[in-house]
């Protein structure tokens, strides 16, 4: 019997006579729970089957959020809410205890009853529920958007003040890596000297048409890009490592040929930030007037057509004359009653097809577009198409 214990076998089996229980319908190990004198201070986490298959791959999980954010837990790829939930049972936290499988095998009369003290560490009465959510990453391009790249011959050696490594970002940003490693390849960011960081749209463009230009200039087939070719074109005007990043945004690499370091090009992504160029200039266009504007501007071979400029564009067929106008979606506040009352002062009725886009960030596996939709908006339905106005609009 543990030195530690003060009730005597006596008096357990005293207990157990007075509970009409016999002893020998018992395992012969009896185990006193106490409670430590001092709780330790952590909290419980319950893990669903992927974050408990990636600690148990040897992955880490990461909590994020600074004191006046709502903590979140980060995989290398996915983001979780954390909800501290009540359970309506304690749960005892303790270090071990024996099971029946581990003394099953103790029977007979000539096996002595011991007494096991065992400590209970905490006693818990809620614990941190892990919830997969769409994270927040308008942030990174506030953050990117203190200090525009405007060329390395506008940029102070020393001043590093509101500039981000992606170790900074990490600290920063309730995302996973992974996350915002797409975010920062979705708002054509760039690493320069350590940092990211958000080109100036002048001097992207400047970069971009450097790139077009070459391909025109030198009938260079789409689909046979030589990089390092275009590169040195240019190397005396952009430095290479921005160069290459500008480059991989508007290519992809050409698996067909393998060997020849061919590039393919993006074609949509070309007239998208042709049609940005061109729209960014004025409030309002002729929708007739700037497509055969937009079909001109970009290389030859390439067609335009508007189902590439989806998220950047408001396209109101149905004025006199119809009419499109720059209207990026990542400019939108990422709260939904924001961003729906935002989008129902540039537009009284959204056509579903339309308004999708300028929503699909919200959306999660549990709430879909539809749902959100369906949620905060109002539906109404003409000639088969669906519309959507504001909830208490009139």
């Known amino acids: 019997m543990s030195a530690m214990c003060d009730r005597k076998l006596d008096d357990i089996e005293r207990t157990l006579e007075e509970a009409k229980i016999k002893t020998t319908w018992l395992n012969p190990v009896t185990q006193i729970i106490r409670f430590a004198d001092e709780e330790p201070e952590y909290k419980c986490l319950e893990l669903n089957k992927d974050l408990l298959e990636t600690l148990e791959s040897g992955q880490s999980l990461v909590i994020r959020g600074d004191k006046n954010d709502n903590a979140v837990l980060c995989t290398s790829s996915k983001t979780y809410d954390l909800k501290d939930t009540e359970t309506s049972n304690s749960l005892l936290i303790m270090q071990s205890l024996t099971y029946h499988k581990d003394i099953k095998h103790l029977q007979g009369d000539d ?190 071979g390439l067609e335009t057509n508007l189902n590439q400029l989806t998220g950047i564009v408001i396209i109101a067929k149905d004025s006199s004359p119809p009419a499109i106008w720059y209207f990026p979606e990542r400019d939108l506040p990422e709260d939904v009653n924001l961003r729906l009352q935002r989008l129902f002062q540039e537009r009284s009725s959204w056509p579903m097809d339309d308004i999708v886009p300028y929503m699909q960030r919200l959306a999660t596996a549990q709430l879909p577009v539809n749902a959100l939709l369906a949620k905060y908006a109002r539906m109404s339905t003409k000639e088969g198409i669906k519309y959507f106005t504001g909830r208490h609009a009139k």
Not at 146 to 167: A, I, Q, V
Not at 230 to 256: G, M, R, S
Request: with cysteine.
């Open 111 to 300: 096996i002595d009853r011991t007494v096991e003290i065992k400590i209970v560490d905490k006693l818990v009465h809620n614990y941190l529920e892990p919830r997969l959510i769409q994270p927040h990453l308008k942030i990174i391009q506030e953050l990117l958007s203190k200090r525009l790249f405007k060329g390395p011959e506008r940029e102070s050696e020393d001043y590093t003040e509101d500039l981000y490594s992606l170790d900074k970002l990490l600290t920063t940003v309730q995302a996973s890596e992974e996350e915002i490693l797409n975010e920062l390849f979705a708002l054509n960011a760039i690493e320069y000297k350590g940092y990211w960081r958000l080109l100036e749209f002048e001097y992207h463009f400047r970069i971009f048409s450097f790139i077009t230009t070459y391909i025109e200039q030198e009938s260079v087939p789409f689909d046979e890009i030589d990089k390092e070719a275009c590169c040195a074109a240019h190397a005396e005007i952009v430095p290479k490592e921005i160069f290459e990043q500008v480059f991989k945004y508007y290519t992809d690499l050409n698996y067909e040929k393998p060997g020849l370091g061919y590039y393919i090009l993006k074609k949509d992504k070309v007239c998208r930030m042709v049609a940005e160029s061109i729209l960014k200039a004025a409030r309002k266009f002729n929708l007739n007037e700037f497509l055969p504007v937009w079909q001109e501007s970009v290389i030859p």
